[in-house]
């Protein structure tokens, strides 16, 4: 197995101890703990190990991680929220949605804030980061970023930039470009958050339910679309086409895709682990706060996946289908809970097209009543990756009345017990046939990625073996195949028309 090993020497087992105890204990606690002594309070389940890898100052409050192709770690600190810099609020309403006085410029001329890009790297294999830098500083705003097409793509409402950086060396070539405007900025605890790409290279992201967007494409046309409250967008770079994937779910923070490249994204309420987006769908949402479906003839809505009773809430979540992890964990749902300062993990089973959950334990725990897990990331070693906004409490209403902390913050690794450290790697590297091998990674991750740079290079050199693997596979191996051929440039009518007669219903 290939993983990263620990950046402290210490590890920590699941000693069974009960929430209310953890819950009592965490109310002993006057204030944030160091680092070092909140590590001993955690305690996770006895195959796992957890590490305690980045902390103040280097790292204030993380709200999104993910990895490049090279395997470094890429972290927003959201350091600006929850009032974007240079506004005055002129007005907000019985939920908390503001009015502001302008809309802020986009970068280099923008109105300078807090929030930053940082850069996290194991130079050496032996599993800590130990080297750190600053791609983007002073942004005002920013949730999330994702790799690709010659740069890096930067969600700042209310823009969707791109800093180009063909040459990888971690300095923009020049301005951003911006490719999308007009996303709201009434709650910053619900702006449009976790940009990452589709398996149909389109970007996707969730946008919140007390905001509202008016999307336009500047240097391309200024027609709007216009939404109200949550749902799952997507984005073509290459087309410039900005849609609505589906409508509704809770207050949306978190795309996730599976194997089988559905959707899924959390809630903020109780009951549910989250939704399942399907296309063109509407979902379930607070009708009198959020507003009414955009279609008045739509005959109904789906509701969130059933769940057990629980509180909530689980706004992010990964199915986990790794390859580092103990196997009982593949297909799990790990989940984050920051409101019970924990990490949950559910069942996840079919209930016809879609899917039912139920929670099977608790892998990470912790008696810091500090602990605010936010973001949770499988990554390329297939240990897991939450980010700990770490502060008293999240509620937003007392976040605007300064009740905040944004001078902490750390990450977290959740790996295989007696794991070992993964190689430094660069996929961007290997050969557009190495790239096509990786497509059948037993980890999720090393797919994703593989099929990410192929669409990065559009080789149409891949087609003829891709078309092999189509033609004469049936499971996995056919579906990213049948991604990549898309994503290289081979989808036409023709080929559309002879996947409909595949054997892998997905492919269908």
Same mark, same amino acid.
């Not at 197995?1 to 069974?16: K, P």
């Not at 339910?209 to 200024?222: H, I, L, W």
């Not at 240990?383 to 209403?397: K, L, R």
């Given at each position: 197995?290939?993983?990263?090993? %620990?950046?402290?020497? *210490?590890?920590?087992?699941?000693?069974?101890l009960a929430l209310v105890g953890a819950v009592a204990l965490g109310q002993a606690q006057g204030g944030p703990i160091s680092p070092a002594e909140s590590f001993k309070k955690f305690t996770v389940f006895d195959d796992l190990?957890?590490?305690?890898?980045?902390?103040?100052?280097?790292?204030?409050?993380?709200?999104?991680?993910?990895?490049?192709?090279?395997?470094?770690?890429?972290?927003?600190?959201?350091?600006?929220?929850?009032?974007?810099?240079?506004?005055?609020?002129?007005?907000?309403?019985?939920?908390?949605?503001?009015?502001?006085?302008?809309?802020?410029?986009?970068?280099?001329?923008?109105?300078?804030?807090?929030?930053?890009?940082?850069?996290?790297?194991?130079?050496?294999?032996?599993?800590?980061?130990?080297? +750190?830098?600053?791609?983007?500083?002073?942004?005002?705003?920013?949730?999330?970023?994702?790799?690709?097409?010659?740069?890096?793509?930067?969600?700042?409402?209310?823009?969707?930039? =791109?800093?180009?950086?063909?040459?990888?060396?971690?300095?923009?070539?020049?301005?951003?470009?911006?490719?999308?405007?007009?996303?709201?900025?009434?709650?910053?605890?619900?702006?449009?958050?976790?940009? $990452?790409?589709?398996?149909?290279?389109?970007?996707?992201?969730?946008?919140?339910?007390?905001?509202?967007?008016?999307?336009?494409?500047?240097?391309?046309?200024?027609?709007?679309?216009?939404?109200?409250?949550?749902? *799952?967008?997507?984005?073509?770079?290459?087309?410039?086409?900005?849609?609505?994937?589906?409508?509704?779910?809770?207050?949306?923070?978190? %795309?996730? =895709?599976?194997?089988?490249?559905?959707? @899924?994204?959390?809630?903020?309420?109780?009951?549910?682990?989250?939704?399942?987006?399907?296309?063109?769908?509407?979902?379930?949402?607070? =009708?009198?706060?959020?507003?009414?479906?955009?279609?008045?003839?739509?005959?109904?809505? =789906?509701?969130?996946?059933?769940?057990?009773?629980?509180?909530?809430?689980?706004?992010?979540?990964?199915? @986990?289908?790794?390859?580092?992890?103990?196997?009982?964990?593949?297909?799990? *749902?790990?989940?984050?809970?920051?409101?019970?300062?924990?990490?949950?993990?559910?069942? $996840?089973?079919?209930?016809?097209?879609?899917?039912?959950?139920?929670?099977?334990?608790?892998?990470?725990?912790?008696?810091?009543?500090?602990?605010?897990?936010?973001?949770?990331?499988?990554?390329?070693?297939?240990?897991?990756?939450?980010?700990?906004?770490?502060?008293?409490?999240?509620? @937003?209403? $007392?976040? +605007?009345?300064?009740?905040?902390?944004?001078?902490?913050?750390? %990450? @977290?690794?959740?790996?295989?017990?007696?794991?070992?450290?993964?190689?430094?790697?660069?996929?961007?590297?290997?050969?557009?046939?190495?790239?096509?091998?990786?497509?059948?990674?037993?980890?999720?991750?090393?797919?994703?990625?593989?099929?990410?740079?192929?669409?990065?290079?559009?080789?149409?050199?891949?087609?003829?073996?891709?078309?092999?693997?189509? $033609?004469?596979?049936?499971?996995?191996?056919?579906?990213?195949?049948?991604?990549?051929?898309?994503?290289?440039?081979?989808?036409?009518?023709?080929?559309?028309?002879?996947?409909?007669?595949?054997?892998?219903?997905?492919?269908?």
């Open positions: 197995m290939e993983f990263f090993t %620990v950046h402290f020497a *210490i590890s920590v087992r699941f000693v069974g190990e957890i590490d305690q890898l980045l902390a103040e100052p280097l790292v204030k409050q993380p709200v999104f991680l993910n990895f490049d192709e090279r395997g470094r770690m890429w972290v927003v600190q959201y350091q600006q929220y929850p009032s974007p810099a240079g506004l005055k609020m002129t007005s907000r309403d019985n939920y908390w949605r503001a009015v502001y006085d302008k809309v802020p410029p986009a970068p280099p001329n923008h109105i300078r804030g807090r929030d930053k890009i940082t850069i996290h790297e194991d130079t050496d294999g032996d599993g800590v980061f130990d080297k +750190h830098k600053t791609f983007l500083d002073g942004l005002n705003i920013v949730t999330s970023l994702a790799h690709g097409r010659g740069g890096v793509w930067v969600l700042n409402p209310p823009y969707l930039l =791109f800093y180009p950086d063909k040459n990888r060396d971690d300095i923009p070539d020049s301005d951003p470009m911006v490719h999308l405007a007009g996303f709201g900025l009434e709650d910053t605890h619900s702006v449009v958050n976790s940009l $990452r790409w589709g398996p149909d290279g389109w970007l996707y992201a969730a946008q919140g339910s007390t905001v509202t967007a008016k999307v336009r494409r500047p240097g391309f046309d200024e027609n709007e679309i216009v939404s109200m409250g949550q749902n *799952i967008w997507r984005y073509h770079p290459e087309m410039r086409r900005y849609e609505v994937f589906a409508e509704g779910g809770g207050n949306a923070f978190g %795309v996730e =895709f599976d194997a089988q490249g559905r959707v @899924y994204s959390g809630h903020n309420g109780g009951d549910t682990r989250g939704f399942h987006y399907v296309q063109g769908g509407y979902l379930r949402k607070g =009708f009198t706060k959020h507003g009414p479906l955009s279609n008045p003839y739509a005959f109904g809505y =789906f509701d969130g996946m059933p769940h057990n009773k629980v509180p909530r809430f689980t706004h992010n979540f990964i199915v @986990y289908e790794g390859a580092g992890l103990p196997e009982k964990y593949l297909g799990k *749902i790990l989940g984050v809970e920051p409101l019970q300062g924990r990490v949950v993990m559910s069942d $996840r089973t079919a209930l016809g097209s879609s899917f039912k959950t139920l929670d099977t334990g608790h892998p990470i725990q912790t008696s810091d009543r500090w602990f605010c897990p936010v973001d949770i990331k499988s990554g390329p070693d297939g240990a897991v990756y939450v980010c700990d906004w770490y502060d008293d409490q999240v509620n @937003y209403y $007392r976040n +605007h009345e300064g009740q905040i902390d944004p001078q902490n913050g750390r %990450v @977290y690794r959740l790996r295989a017990k007696g794991s070992q450290p993964m190689k430094s790697f660069d996929l961007a590297k290997r050969t557009t046939a190495e790239l096509v091998a990786l497509l059948r990674h037993k980890n999720k991750w090393h797919r994703q990625t593989a099929s990410r740079l192929l669409a990065d290079r559009k080789d149409a050199k891949a087609l003829p073996v891709l078309n092999n693997i189509l $033609r004469d596979e049936l499971g996995q191996a056919a579906l990213e195949a049948f991604w990549a051929i898309n994503l290289c440039g081979g989808f036409n009518p023709e080929f559309a028309e002879q996947t409909l007669k595949h054997a892998n219903p997905h492919v269908r």
